[in-house]
């Protein structure tokens, strides 16, 4: 008997934990077990044609919002050409409405829904004794015409039973993100979330977790995503596993948690404190500071105190903070949203990403749809249309505003240009964003791709043609956040004083040792020509640097200012340059 388990991955730089999960669980049962990963953005027919090849007699699918109704496609062309092969789905999108999915969907004979392992074990060894399925739990299948869903199974109190896939086979996880989990279950009960259908929290021991992250630290893995759900439920827990990654200093790899804020501690942020920049990343769920919001979705948070936690991370320049908000909750109406995202976006973390509501399937909110009128089409990814409280003219708008947020409120790529404009000529963050997206509509901006130096042009042109003040500041500052985050020519529709006057004294500034001691040490002895490759000098109408404390036009203090640039390469998070105002010796060579 050959077994091929499989998914479509989302992307193909994800990895699947769940079907390597599977794979474990049978690896002493003597069969030929194969693991495939897929993406949704492959051709059907070559998916189809690639599993068809490998001459397979039971194909397991790990379903998912994204991936499921490729998925039955797939299945169902799978049939038509090798009747007799047997399908089996898991995963949440096939857990709930079971009957219904295999009425609709005739070639799918298998469901496992809930915790997968050991259903997944009893299965494969009742096939191969040619036992019949009636006695395992969490299995629904068909039995001629009538499809039978047994009894559910209880979870799984010793997660270290489950066998880890993270042993053997280094290089196929090499580059890749890889999913990794710590725990199952969550200690919040919200209602839009499947998180909240299973009670309790259960734990893999520490000395299991420490040995999988030592085989993904020794594969180079791009990013390691824990997907636990409240990554520090447990403080002692999850220190001891940030500590234990700390220690072995990965290069180069990147870790990622969802974390509650409010539940990080004195001793927690004081260790972060010192963490190496870029390895660790968190993902904080806010969804809406709307108390009423809040309350009804059955959500456990401290605004007060989780702003003080991410303003204090912040302040350490190390650890790359997302924070979420969700559009089409309860009682949040389009300007309650406004003060949400407002709130928020203050905050200035590195990301802020707007989801937008979906009714999964088994979540208290879908299953009470009526109570806020929810409109949704009942296809993946059920995301709402619009509900009692937001319109879906409002929420089109906020499509658009979130797509300007991703294109430049979040990273660093804009910074100081954004906080200029907003600070000096609009009262809130989400004024500015409401004001672009209308302009970004106007000329079908959002009809279109855009490179990261189309957009710099479009936001130049929308301030000159919106705001039109202070033209000589923004320009500076503009020109100051490209320099910062590309080491390139700055566009010629950017004012670049004194070009050749710059070029010509920089050859001279870098060949004086004094200069390189002062302000390059880490260039000694190292030829000029191979400097300037690393370096920009630009000249500023004004003390940029200075300016940035308040972003204030107020507070500029003219004169001219000649900033060194030194550029650090992609691998940076934050110093993708190191910026050094180099205007009291250079100023001097120009004399």
Known sequence: ?????????????????????????????????????????????????????????????????????????????????????????????????????????????????????????????????????????????????????????????????????????????????????????????????????????RFFSINRVKEDLKFLIESNVKQVKFVDRTFNTNKKYAMEIMNYIANNNPNNINFHFEVTAHLLDDEMLKFLENVKEGMFQFEIGVQSTNEKTIEAIGRTTDFKKLSKVVNRINSYKNIHQHLDLIVGLPYEDYNTFKISFNDVYNLEPEKLQLGFLKLLKGSELRNNEELHGFKYIDKPPYEIMENDYITYEEILKLKTIEDLVEKYGNELNFKHTLKFIIKNYFKSAFDFYEDFAEYWEEFNYHTMSHSLNKLYKIIYDYYNDRISKDLDIFNDIIKYDYIFNNNSLTPKYMNVYDEEKIKKYRHDFLQDEKNIIKYLPNYEKIPVKKIIKDISIIKFKFDILKFFETNERENIIWGEKFIMFVHKGKNKVFTKSEVIDITEDFYKEEE
């Open 1 to 201: 008997m050959k077994i091929l388990l499989t998914t479509l991955n989302s992307k193909f730089v994800h990895s699947s934990l769940s079907i390597r999960y599977l794979k474990e669980c049978i690896k002493d049962l003597n069969i030929e077990v194969e693991i495939e990963e897929y993406t949704i953005n492959q051709q059907i027919d070559f998916i189809v044609s690639e599993i068809y090849k490998k001459d397979i007699d039971i194909v397991a699918f790990a379903t998912y919002i994204w991936n499921i109704e490729e998925v039955m496609d797939i299945c169902d062309r799978l049939k038509l050409i090798k009747p007799e092969l047997k399908i089996l789905l898991g995963g949440p999108e096939v857990s709930f409405d079971i009957e219904e999915i295999m009425k609709n969907n005739k070639n799918i004979d298998f469901i496992i829904y809930g915790e997968g392992e050991d259903t997944f074990r009893e299965f494969t060894m009742n096939t191969i004794d040619n036992k019949g399925y009636w006695n395992i739990r969490g299995l629904a299948y068909r039995n001629n015409n009538d499809i039978v869903i047994n009894n559910p199974r209880k979870l799984i109190n010793n997660l270290d039973k489950i066998p880890s896939p993270f042993k053997e086979d280094v290089q196929s996880f090499r580059n890749k993100i890889v999913y990794y989990e710590t725990s199952r279950g969550c200690p919040f009960n919200c209602k839009f979330c499947l998180s909240s259908t299973i009670e309790g929290v």
